[in-house]
């Protein structure tokens, strides 16, 4: 994860270079929320996946550049006052508090951009039908039937009434498809089939639920120092989450067996894939 960050860091440091003009501020924001802090979790699982074909991994780390700028670019948005309204982020001041709002919404825009001219690049593949499904699969998980869609159902969920269904079927939009999308992108760079991604795709979507029931529990018991952001935010705002609906114990229960079920999704593969099972288990073990 650290080789990662780091490399992700790099990447986008190079593509992010300020230039001589009155653009200045924007590249700053971008730069702001896109380089330093933050897990990397996503690369990684893109790494990992591509690491199952045996991509190369300077291309695998262009796509993985490419979701983590489609994730911070909704953590810009999600931390707007029209939305989240949060002053932290990653241990620092959200973007909107560092600049101003309008710049935050023109480096969420841009680095949502950025994401699909890197996936566009002959530099990601050199196979254009390639790139054209990396670009759409990215679109997909980003737009209304994935991460926006579920972001529009957790703005209402402060006012509704959710039973776990409800909740589950929010974050496996909002969590869930980008996830989802790290573990298609590596079997698309491999050229697996669609048919050849039901295994990938089980684990995207456990691992994802384990992964959101921990932060979960991170909002009820963790600490602003270690996640870098406010907690105690759902109780206050009266939402519904996987802890407040099944408790504290059950909660952590159930993402154990998701956790056990997305491993078993990885049975096919050797020791290629277990990179892909330390991370399960970071999911839920994590401190921040």
């Given at each position: 994860m650290a080789r990662v960050q780091r490399e992700v860091d790099a990447f986008l440091d190079g593509v992010l270079e300020i230039p001589p003009d009155p653009r200045v501020p924007l590249y700053e924001a971008m730069r702001h929320a896109a380089i330093g802090g933050g897990k990397r979790l996503r690369p990684l699982l893109v790494v990992a996946a591509c690491a199952l074909f045996h991509t190369d991994r300077s291309r695998a780390m262009r796509v993985g550049a490419a979701v983590e700028c489609v994730h911070v670019y909704s953590l810009i948005h999600d931390d707007l006052p029209a939305m989240d309204d949060d002053d932290i982020r990653r241990g620092k001041p959200t973007v909107h508090?560092?600049?101003?709002?309008a710049t935050a919404i023109l480096a969420g825009d841009s680095l949502h951009a950025l994401a699909f001219e890197i996936l566009a690049d002959d530099a990601t593949h050199e196979d254009p039908f390639v790139r054209t499904e990396l670009v759409r699969e990215l679109a997909r998980?980003?737009?209304?039937?994935?991460?926006?869609?579920?972001q529009m159902m957790d703005l209402g969920a402060a006012t509704a009434s959710l039973d776990i269904s409800?909740?589950?079927?929010?974050?496996?939009?909002?969590t869930g498809a980008l996830i989802g999308f790290c573990l298609d992108a590596g079997a698309i760079m491999g050229r697996v089939p669609p048919e050849g991604r039901t295994p990938l795709r089980g684990y995207a979507r456990d691992v994802?639920?384990?992964?959101?029931?921990?932060?979960?529990?991170?909002?009820?018991?963790?600490?602003?120092?270690?996640?870098?952001k406010r907690v105690g935010k759902d109780r206050a705002r009266g939402k519904e989450t996987f802890v407040s609906l099944l408790g504290r114990e059950r909660a952590r229960q159930?993402?154990?067996?998701?956790?056990?079920?997305?491993v078993e999704y990885l049975a096919r593969y050797g020791v290629e894939a277990d990179l892909l099972r330390e991370i399960a288990r970071f999911a839920i073990d994590r401190d921040h």
């Amino acid at each position: 994860m650290a080789r990662v960050q780091r490399e992700v860091d790099a990447f986008l440091d190079g593509v992010l270079e300020i230039p001589p003009d009155p653009r200045v501020p924007l590249y700053e924001a971008m730069r702001h929320a896109a380089i330093g802090g933050g897990k990397r979790l996503r690369p990684l699982l893109v790494v990992a996946a591509c690491a199952l074909f045996h991509t190369d991994r300077s291309r695998a780390m262009r796509v993985g550049a490419a979701v983590e700028c489609v994730h911070v670019y909704s953590l810009i948005h999600d931390d707007l006052p029209a939305m989240d309204d949060d002053d932290i982020r990653r241990g620092k001041p959200t973007v909107h508090r560092a600049f101003d709002e309008a710049t935050a919404i023109l480096a969420g825009d841009s680095l949502h951009a950025l994401a699909f001219e890197i996936l566009a690049d002959d530099a990601t593949h050199e196979d254009p039908f390639v790139r054209t499904e990396l670009v759409r699969e990215l679109a997909r998980a980003a737009g209304p039937a994935g991460m926006a869609g579920g972001q529009m159902m957790d703005l209402g969920a402060a006012t509704a009434s959710l039973d776990i269904s409800a909740v589950t079927r929010l974050q496996q939009l909002k969590t869930g498809a980008l996830i989802g999308f790290c573990l298609d992108a590596g079997a698309i760079m491999g050229r697996v089939p669609p048919e050849g991604r039901t295994p990938l795709r089980g684990y995207a979507r456990d691992v994802g639920l384990a992964f959101q029931i921990a932060d979960d529990l991170l909002d009820e018991e963790g600490s602003e120092a270690k996640t870098g952001k406010r907690v105690g935010k759902d109780r206050a705002r009266g939402k519904e989450t996987f802890v407040s609906l099944l408790g504290r114990e059950r909660a952590r229960q159930q993402a154990e067996l998701l956790v056990g079920q997305a491993v078993e999704y990885l049975a096919r593969y050797g020791v290629e894939a277990d990179l892909l099972r330390e991370i399960a288990r970071f999911a839920i073990d994590r401190d921040h």
